[in-house]
Nanobody
Framework: QVQLVESGGGLVQAGGSLRLSCAAS????????WAWFRQAPGKLRELVAE?????STNYANSVKGRFTISRDKNTVTLQMNDLKPEDTAVYYC??????????WGQGTQVTVSS
């Protein structure tokens, strides 16, 4: 079992920055990949960024060059720069372990005002 606790959401003006963090506890040695997803009202949940155990990264086209995902021990961080109103969503931390079991955080709200 893995428990995920997110922090760092909030309200920011367009062009501003926020940093999201997700701390994992439990069977963290078994984690294969970490990711951030987001879900805006009325929209499907979408992948924002992911990082594997080997530190390979992948980003949604809409955030490339603005967001950076990184990992340190049991914490994954999403640095979000040059935020746009369309980045407004609930952001969820997600991990997959070696058994392909998925775990989700509780979500943190990010609101970008124009």
């Amino acid at each position: 079992q893995v428990q995920l606790v997110e922090s760092g959401g909030g309200l920011v003006q367009a062009g501003g920055s926020l940093r999201l963090s997700c701390a994992a506890s439990g069977s963290i040695a078994d984690i294969n990949a970490w990711a951030w997803f987001r879900q805006a009202p009325g929209k499907l949940r979408e992948l924002v960024a992911e990082i594997t155990r080997g530190t390979s990264t992948n980003y949604a086209n809409s955030v490339k060059g603005r967001f950076t995902i990184s990992r340190d021990k049991n914490t994954v961080t999403l640095q979000m720069n040059d935020l746009k109103p369309e980045d407004t969503a609930v952001y969820y931390c997600h991990i997959t372990n070696s058994l392909n079991t998925n775990y989700w955080g509780q979500g943190t709200q990010v609101t970008v005002s124009s």
